[in-house]
Nanobody
Framework: QVQLVESGGGSVQAGGSLRLSCAASRYTISNNLMGWFRQAPGKEREGVAALREGNTYYADSVKGRFTISQDNGANTVYLQMNSLKPEDAGMYYC???????????????????WGQGTQVTVSS
């Protein structure tokens, strides 16, 4: 059974940084599309960043502040988040899916497997 386990969430002040990790089991991240999503209370889940064959994609709201990367040897995907804002707060999810299925790369429907999430809180 595929498992995606996120870690690294926490509470920071605005302007601070966090690094999220997503460790995959029974799933080779280098052969698949990997993404990070977030969901704030009362809001829909939104795509934050995606990584496919070394190419990265970001939501406009996080461009220049967030960086998605992967360590194929560790089978782990990361999300480095800098200059955090209160509006970045929410539950962050790692997701994985087939690389070449159609649809927007930051659409939740594109992804097949999801982690349990890690909470990010940003205080002003």
């Amino acid at each position: 059974q595929v498992q995606l386990v996120e870690s690294g969430g926490g509470s920071v002040q605005a302007g601070g940084s966090l690094r999220l990790s997503c460790a995959a089991s029974r799933y080779t991240i280098s052969n698949n599309l990997m993404g990070w999503f977030r969901q704030a209370p009362g809001k829909e889940r939104e795509g934050v960043a995606a990584l496919r064959e070394g190419n990265t994609y970001y939501a406009d709201s996080v461009k220049g502040r967030f960086t998605i990367s992967q360590d194929n040897g560790a089978n782990t995907v990361y999300l480095q988040m800098n200059s955090l804002k209160p509006e970045d707060a929410g539950m962050y999810y790692c997701a994985a899916g087939p690389m070449w299925v159609g649809g927007p790369l930051l659409a939740p429907t594109r992804y097949r497997y999801w982690g349990q999430g890690t909470q990010v809180t940003v205080s002003s």
